[in-house]
Every structure is written in C-alpha cells, then in structure tokens.
C-alpha cells in the first residue's frame, strides 16, 4: 500500500511553476507540451497524479518522470488514483486473479502487460506465480512510486489529484475524497488557497458542450487542469503556468492536441440550434430511427431525442450505447479556416475549430 505524504513549499521568491495531470502514458505528448511551456530546469514542476495507464508508455513515462527529478529538485510527482490502484494489484496477493482480468479487459499496453511481454510469460499461467514474475520486474518501478507525495501545498496552491473534504484539516480526511472523490467541482472546499486537481476531464463539467481547457474557477478557488488524454477521443494534455513576480501572480493555460490540421474549402453557415451532448456515464440510448449515416435516437437518462453518428453507436447485452463523448453539433465555418480532425466517418468529419467541437462535410476540408 502506497503511503499517503502530503508536502509543503514555501517561496518568498518570483517564481514560474508548470502544472500538469493525467499524462496516462502518454509520453510523447507530455514531452510535447514541455516544449510548448518552453520548461526548463529552474521551473517548478508539478505532475498532479495518474501519469500510468490508459496509454502505451507507462515504463518509460516513470522512467522519465524519475529523469527529471534528478536533474531538478524542483520537479514534483504526485500519486493519483491510477498509481494506489495498479500499485495494490501487483503487490497484494489477494488481487492476484484480478490482476489478470485487469490486463485482460482494461489494463492492456498497460505497465502489467509490458512486465508479461517483457517477461515473455503464458498468460494462462498461475495468477499468483505471475503476480510475483511482474512484482520482481517492475519493483524498481514499485519502489520509486513508494517514494511519492500525495499533495503539494505551494504557497496559495494545494495540488491534489480529485479534491479535499470540506474541511479545513483536509489532510486528515479519507484517501478516497483526495484521489477518487467524483464531486469536489460541485462541492466545494473551505480554504483561502487554490486547489488545483485533475482525475475527472474538465469537459465533464459542462452539460452541452465538449471543452477540455483548464477551468479556473475564481469563486470556487478551485482549477481543474485533465484535459481528457488516455480516456476520450477528443483530448488534450493541459498546463497551467503560473508566474510570480514581486509577488504578482499570472495565470496562463497551454495545452497539446494530437490531431491533424486540415484547411476548410467551403463557407458553411449552421443556423443556432439547441445542442446535445453524451457525456459520462449517460452513453445508454435508445435508436429510434436507423439512418445511413446518422440514426436518431433516444438518450435514455435525458430523454433528449436527436441524431447520432452510426459509427458510435453499438450493442451491449441487448442495449445500444454511444461508445464516447458525443456532440450532435454542425460546424459553421469559413473557407480558409483551420479544423483539427479527431476522425473521419463516411462522409462527414468530426473535428474542432474555433473550440467548437462538431461535424462537417468531409468534402469541405483538405489537408
């Protein structure tokens, strides 16, 4: 079981300090945007936990975290609920089957299945005898997490990966409200200081648009940085940058999108209309209308009635889902505007311009 260690920071000095969470593995993206903050080593790094899975570089991601803070000792690595989870299946010989199921069905390319790939190991072999071959492999990896914070209290900054309780003694609150709570947006906290956390994607937070930007939310003193990388298509890897100078704080948002660039060819004019968005955890709907290229259909938690893309739609156990965020939106544009397409389906493109997420003809864009 990973420790819980909460830090505090205090710099009477000017300052730059660069905020980053839910990397997932995704290390090329996260070196991506270090070089779009223009980090370098007399800034202060804070990676705000669940930098393992839902990619496909977890090793080499640790491997680098542990890179940077040998070259800096202002570099801090936080644990998140990723981290304690993965950390308990490899180490607890009770989740010894569950391990297994987790690499099965959830965890694959994952930091488990790189250790059995590496190891070369028949998967159908006995739990417990695989558990201890991927507990030997990945122990330096084991041991260097063991070593991690759970917060970083930064001058008027608390950094903690999902929340605190309303309480002003947070730290002696449960582990689950620090690194799995669902609510704290909605809840609140109770300090004069910023909480800054991910766990849970910021376009979560709005009921009819798809938005992955930082939210910084003054009122609350709450800023949310998960930009959705390893767990939905439409993504981002998000960077707060905070500057101090003679005690004057800035505030700026960075982020990296992996998507291609194309260049929109015809003008089109979408009149405003109502838009509907399937978020978590309401993807069960009903298909009224099977179309050849949208079907319209019922979202069963809203009621709300309207198109989807047949390419995101699928049965479960005799039930239709939508298989991830989805926004029934139609792009207006310009000619000559630039479009980032996350992907092509027939005859249209689901893309983002201007941050508006939506869909356009493909005939209208070319790269």
């Known amino acids: 079981m990973l420790k819980i260690n909460h830090i ?12 980053i969470s839910d990397i997932h593995s995704h290390l090329d993206r996260f070196k991506s945007l270090l070089e779009r903050v223009h980090y370098q080593k007399g800034d202060y790094l804070v990676i705000v936990g669940d930098f393992v899975e839902k990619g496909t570089q977890t090793l080499q991601t640790i491997r680098y975290l542990k890179q940077l803070q040998q070259e800096s000792n202002r570099v801090f690595v936080l644990l998140g609920n990723c981290e304690y989870a993965i950390e308990t299946l490899i180490n607890d010989q009770r ?3 569950q391990m297994m199921h987790y690499v099965s069905h959830i965890g694959k390319s994952g930091m488990i299945d790189q250790a059995l790939t590496a190891l070369k190991l028949d998967r159908k072999a006995d739990p417990h005898y695989l558990q201890k ?4 492999y990945l122990k330096p990896y084991l041991d260097y997490l063991h070593t991690l914070p759970l917060s970083l209290h930064f001058n008027e900054f608390l950094f903690i990966h999902a929340g605190i309780e309303k309480r002003t003694d947070w730290y002696n609150g449960s582990l689950s409200s620090m690194i799995e709570t669902k609510t704290f947006y909605q809840d609140g906290h109770c300090l004069n200081d910023y909480v800054v956390v991910g766990h849970l994607p910021t376009s979560n937070q709005y009921q009819n648009k798809i938005d992955n930007h930082i939210i910084i939310n003054n009122e609350k003193r709450i800023i949310c940085l998960d930009g959705g990388t390893g767990v939905k298509m439409i993504s981002q890897m998000n960077a707060l940058v905070v500057e101090s100078k003679n005690h004057k704080l800035t505030l700026k948002k960075e982020y990296v999108q ?8 015809h003008s089109v004019s979408i009149n405003s209309k109502h838009v509907h968005k399937i978020a978590w955890p309401h993807f069960e709907v009903e298909i009224l209308k099977q179309g050849q290229e949208f079907s319209l259909c019922k979202q069963i938690d809203t009621q709300a009635i309207f198109p989807i893309k047949n390419e995101f739609l699928y049965y479960k156990n005799n039930k239709a889902y939508c298989l991830d965020d989805y926004i029934d939106c139609f792009l207006s544009v310009n ?7 996350a992907g092509i389906y027939g005859h249209y493109a689901y893309g983002i311009c201007h941050n508006d997420v939506g869909w356009i003809p493909f005939e209208y864009i070319k790269k």
């Open 95 to 97: 989740y010894a089957s």
């Open 258 to 265: 992996p998507f291609p660039i194309y260049e929109v060819t």
């Open 8 to 19: 505090i920071k205090k710099v009477n000095q000017d300052y730059r300090l660069i905020a």
């Open 133 to 136: 071959q991927v507990q030997t």
């Open 335 to 341: 000619k000559g505007d630039k479009i980032r397409i």
